[in-house]
């Protein structure tokens, strides 16, 4: 009814705003709208987030085995070093004490050997033989 | 067939089954996810009431009492530093030793398999301790057995011994590292270096004089350790390094001091003396070359002989010098002009002062026509007293204290005497002439050397000294610095009393102290010495100077109470003469190639 009543009305033209456009018939207006976004797949994203957290952790991970492996051979180098410091300290006593004055001259005695008198200088500038006693023979 | 049975609507059974089959109704399952909702936050709640508990309330207690189990704190040893002599030889080094500890608590409670058999408690780890320490295992048994947190195992044990104990891997053994000083020359100049006490300190001698420098800073190390005793990489870790002692070189030249040791060594036993002394020093540098007694300790073993302990007698040692002071008085008579090496005197073999004091010479003699250098080389009295009366008392004195009298000269050493040496108004009517020849004061064996080679100076005293240098941890060696210097006579007075001193060894009483190529100058002395228990004695010296023509060195060598002879020229000039010469040698030091041109002697 409401329709037939419009139609009727329709040749009078009242100036005053309406809703519906003057020129066009009674017909919904057509819009373009824009197709509905794709969805797209969130998986690389994912991938690469797990990546990243996989790679920090195993980085993680092996700068740690590093470090306690670094701490072992520190260990043991000291170890070694300790070591071959107390060879080096053994070693150089034993040196130290055969090199003693005493047990010099011991060694000497026991090898039939004789305190050297004193020593003969030869004097370049006359060719003289100075100091020890009988020198030079 | 056709049912007729139980005939049943579908269309009724349906919903009623759906209403039975469909389980529980919504009321209930709503109280069902209530409660399991309830349940789920309740055990939140205790989780996260234990969570904050945990962390927020004892968090840091727990977090310490964590860290406490895995730290450990490691003592850092200082190292000591060496004492070497003026060539680099060791004198004194040290090594690294272990003193083993137990902690008896942890030592109760341990037990091991080993070779299938189980040891438990301090009676297992005493079995298995024993071989290794080489000890009674019943008393390693009493020692590990209590319950004590603490208790010493053994003492300064070889490296190889502790690592061998730690391989046992006995819960509640550990050891310390510690230093033990080693003495590589046995007892080579002992009395000088002196030794360290249980603690690594230096106890006496040169070890003790320097000790601040030797001793260096200990430090610690606290960290996370792992379980197999590494350290905990990225874990806590606190270390105050150690700061390792400074080491010392010294003026000593261990062949030098070894000769001189043996030479007086034995001439002690030759001549049946209770002790002696050679003191040799660098006349230029005042560097002490060799400081030799007839008894030295072994620092290796100080407890061997507490006879011992008394340190060098060269400095601690008082004695009259007898004749060798006469160098003193002449060198005063001829700065002051009273007497030149011509002058000549009539000197007889008693002589009575203006006082009434009467002086004798050693030998009786008739009437001698003698110069100074006569009086001198013949080692008169009488002749001394002459020329030195002219002498005011108070120069007498001055010249005796600016020749070192009476004071300590400084050197390195502990337990260094001054001597006595009384103020000239102290002096009474005989001390105030014999002072003029070496008594009525008192002397050690370096002051005595140090005139001779002040005299052979120039008259330029320096300062006896035993530290050449140090060298630092890095290795850098900085040399001492140089000794302090003073002109006590002039050039030319120090001359004329060294040639004067050279007729004493050329035509003297010192002739024994000849050293074949070289000139040597010098002078004898004998005095009257009151041994500790008051009876008399004699000390019988001779100090003298080699090469005369460019002095190198001034030797001294004192024998207290001499049974062979009381003669300095017979018992003391011979090792003088071995024992200089062998320095010469030693030191390199060219043979002299000059004639001696000597001042008359007679007139």
Same mark, same amino acid.
């Given at each position: 009814?409401?329709?037939?009543?419009?139609?009727?009305?329709?040749?009078?033209?009242?100036?005053?705003?309406?809703?519906?456009?003057?020129?066009?018939?009674?017909?919904?207006?057509?819009?373009?709208?824009?197709?509905?976004?794709?969805?797209?797949?969130?998986?690389?994203?994912?991938?690469?987030?797990?990546?990243?957290?996989?790679?920090?952790?195993?980085?993680?991970?092996?700068?740690?085995?590093?470090?306690?492996?670094?701490?072992?051979?520190?260990?043991?180098?000291?170890?070694?070093?300790?070591?071959?410091?107390?060879?080096?300290?053994?070693?150089?006593?034993?040196?130290?004490?055969?090199?003693?004055?005493?047990?010099?001259?011991?060694?000497?005695?026991?090898?039939?050997?004789?305190?050297?008198?004193?020593?003969?200088?030869?004097?370049?500038?006359?060719?003289?033989?100075?100091?020890?006693?009988?020198?030079?023979? | 067939?056709?049912?007729?049975?139980?005939?049943?609507?579908?269309?009724?059974?349906?919903?009623?089954?759906?209403?039975?089959?469909?389980?529980?109704?919504?009321?209930?399952?709503?109280?069902?996810?209530?409660?399991?909702?309830?349940?789920?936050?309740?055990?939140?709640?205790?989780?996260?009431?234990?969570?904050?508990?945990?962390?927020?309330?004892?968090?840091?207690?727990?977090?310490? %009492?964590?860290?406490?189990?895995?730290?450990?704190?490691?003592?850092?040893?200082?190292?000591?530093?060496?004492?070497?002599?003026?060539?680099?030889?060791?004198?004194?080094?040290?090594?690294?030793?272990?003193?083993?500890?137990?902690?008896?608590?942890?030592?109760? /409670?341990?037990?091991?398999?080993?070779?299938?058999?189980?040891?438990?408690?301090?009676?297992?780890?005493?079995? +298995?301790?024993?071989?290794?320490? *080489?000890? !009674?295992?019943?008393?390693?048994?009493? /020692?590990?057995?209590?319950?004590?947190?603490?208790?010493?195992?053994?003492? !300064?044990?070889?490296? %190889?011994?502790?690592?061998?104990?730690?391989?046992?891997?006995?819960?509640?053994?550990?050891?310390?590292?510690?230093? *033990?000083?080693?003495?590589?020359?046995?007892?080579?100049?002992?009395?000088?270096?002196?030794?360290?006490?249980?603690?690594?300190?230096?106890?006496?001698?040169?070890?003790?004089?320097?000790?601040?420098?030797?001793?260096?800073?200990?430090?610690?190390?606290?960290?996370?350790?792992?379980?197999?005793?590494?350290?905990?990489?990225?874990?806590?870790?606190?270390?105050?390094?150690?700061?390792?002692?400074?080491?010392?070189?010294?003026?000593?030249?261990?062949?030098?001091? #070894?000769?001189?040791?043996?030479?007086?060594?034995?001439?002690?036993?030759?001549?049946?003396?209770?002790?002696?002394?050679?003191?040799?020093?660098?006349?230029?540098?005042?560097?002490?070359?060799?400081?030799?007694?007839?008894?030295?300790?072994?620092?290796?073993?100080?407890?061997?002989?507490?006879?011992?302990?008394?340190?060098?007698?060269?400095?601690?040692?008082?004695?009259?010098?007898?004749?060798?002071?006469?160098?003193?008085?002449?060198?005063?008579?001829?700065?002051?002009?009273?007497?030149?090496?011509?002058?000549?005197?009539?000197?007889?073999?008693?002589?009575?002062?203006? !006082?009434?004091?009467?002086?004798?010479?050693?030998?009786?003699?008739?009437?001698?026509?003698?110069?100074?250098?006569?009086?001198?080389?013949?080692?008169?009295?009488?002749?001394?007293?002459?020329?030195?009366?002219?002498?005011?008392?108070?120069?007498?004195?001055?010249?005796?204290?600016?020749?070192?009298?009476?004071?300590?000269?400084?050197?390195?050493?502990?337990?260094?005497?001054?001597?006595?040496?009384?103020?000239? *108004?102290? #002096? *009474?009517?005989?001390?105030?002439?014999?002072?003029?020849?070496?008594?009525? +004061?008192?002397?050690?064996? +370096?002051?005595?050397?140090?005139?001779?080679?002040?005299?052979? !100076?120039?008259?330029?005293?320096?300062?006896?000294?035993?530290?050449?240098?140090?060298?630092?941890?890095?290795?850098?060696?900085?040399?001492?610095?140089?000794?302090?210097?003073?002109?006590?006579?002039?050039?030319?007075?120090?001359?004329?009393?060294?040639?004067?001193?050279?007729?004493?060894?050329?035509?003297?009483?010192?002739?024994?102290?000849?050293?074949?190529?070289?000139?040597?100058?010098?002078?004898?002395?004998?005095?009257?010495?009151?041994?500790?228990?008051?009876?008399?004695?004699?000390?019988?010296?001779?100090?003298?100077?080699?090469?005369?023509?460019?002095?190198?060195?001034?030797?001294?060598?004192?024998?207290?109470?001499?049974?062979?002879?009381?003669?300095?020229?017979?018992?003391?000039?011979?090792?003088?003469?071995?024992?200089?010469?062998?320095?010469?040698?030693?030191?390199?030091?060219?043979?002299?190639?000059?004639?001696?041109?000597?001042?008359?002697?007679?007139?």
């Amino acid at each position: 009814m409401s329709a037939e009543q419009a139609a009727a009305r329709a040749p009078r033209v009242h100036p005053r705003p309406s809703a519906a456009p003057s020129a066009a018939p009674a017909r919904p207006r057509l819009r373009l709208v824009r197709p509905p976004a794709q969805a797209r797949t969130h998986v690389p994203f994912v991938v690469t987030c797990m990546a990243i957290l996989a790679a920090a952790l195993l980085a993680a991970l092996l700068l740690n085995t590093q470090l306690a492996a670094g701490a072992y051979a520190t260990r043991t180098m000291d170890l070694r070093l300790a070591e071959l410091a107390r060879t080096e300290q053994s070693l150089s006593a034993e040196l130290d004490a055969n090199k003693a004055p005493a047990h010099l001259a011991e060694q000497a005695t026991a090898l039939g050997m004789q305190p050297a008198g004193s020593t003969a200088w030869l004097r370049l500038a006359d060719g003289t033989v100075q100091g020890a006693t009988g020198a030079g023979q | 067939m056709p049912g007729t049975s139980a005939p049943r609507v579908p269309t009724q059974r349906g919903p009623r089954r759906a209403a039975v089959a469909g389980g529980p109704s919504i009321t209930l399952l709503n109280r069902r996810r209530t409660v399991l909702v309830v349940a789920v936050a309740l055990l939140l709640t205790v989780f996260s009431g234990r969570l904050v508990w945990l962390q927020g309330v004892q968090g840091q207690a727990v977090a310490a %009492e964590a860290l406490q189990s895995r730290l450990t704190t490691a003592q850092l040893v200082a190292a000591r530093g060496q004492i070497t002599d003026a060539e680099g030889e060791v004198l004194a080094t040290s090594v690294d030793r272990y003193d083993i500890e137990a902690n008896q608590q942890l030592i109760r /409670t341990w037990s091991a398999k080993v070779d299938g058999t189980t040891y438990t408690g301090a009676a297992g780890a005493a079995q +298995l301790l024993a071989p290794v320490l *080489d000890a !009674n295992a019943a008393e390693l048994g009493a /020692t590990l057995d209590g319950d004590r947190g603490f208790v010493y195992v053994a003492k !300064n044990v070889l490296p %190889e011994v502790w690592q061998a104990v730690a391989e046992l891997r006995i819960n509640g053994i550990t050891a310390s590292q510690v230093a *033990d000083r080693v003495y590589p020359n046995g007892n080579l100049a002992g009395n000088l270096l002196g030794w360290v006490d249980a603690e690594g300190s230096g106890a006496t001698g040169v070890e003790a004089v320097l000790d601040d420098e030797l001793a260096g800073t200990p430090g610690s190390t606290t960290y996370e350790r792992g379980r197999g005793g590494q350290q905990i990489p990225g874990g806590y870790q606190e270390s105050t390094p150690a700061v390792d002692g400074r080491s010392v070189q010294l003026t000593i030249n261990s062949d030098i001091q #070894w000769k001189a040791q043996q030479a007086i060594e034995q001439q002690v036993a030759a001549t049946g003396s209770d002790s002696g002394t050679i003191v040799m020093t660098s006349v230029t540098t005042g560097e002490v070359l060799a400081m030799a007694e007839s008894r030295t300790v072994d620092p290796n073993d100080p407890g061997a002989d507490s006879a011992l302990w008394g340190g060098s007698s060269a400095v601690s040692d008082v004695f009259e010098p007898g004749s060798t002071a006469k160098i003193i008085t002449m060198a005063a008579a001829v700065e002051t002009g009273l007497v030149d090496p011509y002058s000549q005197f009539e000197v007889p073999y008693q002589y009575t002062t203006p !006082n009434n004091q009467t002086f004798k010479d050693s030998h009786e003699h008739a009437g001698l026509r003698l110069t100074t250098t006569g009086i001198l080389a013949e080692s008169s009295n009488t002749g001394t007293v002459m020329i030195g009366q002219n002498i005011p008392e108070q120069v007498r004195h001055d010249y005796l204290a600016k020749f070192g009298f009476g004071q300590k000269t400084g050197i390195e050493l502990p337990a260094e005497q001054s001597g006595r040496l009384w103020d000239a *108004d102290d #002096w *009474d009517g005989r001390t105030k002439y014999a002072v003029l020849f070496g008594q009525g +004061l008192s002397v050690t064996a +370096l002051q005595a050397t140090d005139v001779f080679a002040t005299i052979a !100076n120039g008259g330029v005293r320096v300062t006896p000294h035993l530290v050449k240098g140090w060298t630092e941890p890095d290795g850098t060696y900085t040399p001492a610095q140089p000794a302090e210097t003073t002109q006590v006579v002039s050039p030319e007075t120090a001359q004329t009393v060294l040639t004067m001193m050279e007729s004493a060894v050329d035509e003297g009483t010192g002739s024994a102290a000849a050293i074949p190529g070289y000139r040597v100058a010098g002078k004898t002395g004998t005095a009257q010495a009151w041994a500790a228990d008051g009876t008399q004695g004699i000390t019988a010296s001779f100090i003298g100077v080699a090469p005369a023509d460019d002095p190198a060195i001034a030797v001294s060598v004192v024998l207290h109470n001499p049974r062979t002879s009381e003669w300095g020229g017979t018992v003391a000039a011979p090792v003088f003469s071995e024992v200089a010469g062998y320095a010469l040698t030693e030191l390199g030091v060219a043979p002299s190639g000059t004639q001696p041109e000597l001042f008359p002697t007679t007139w």
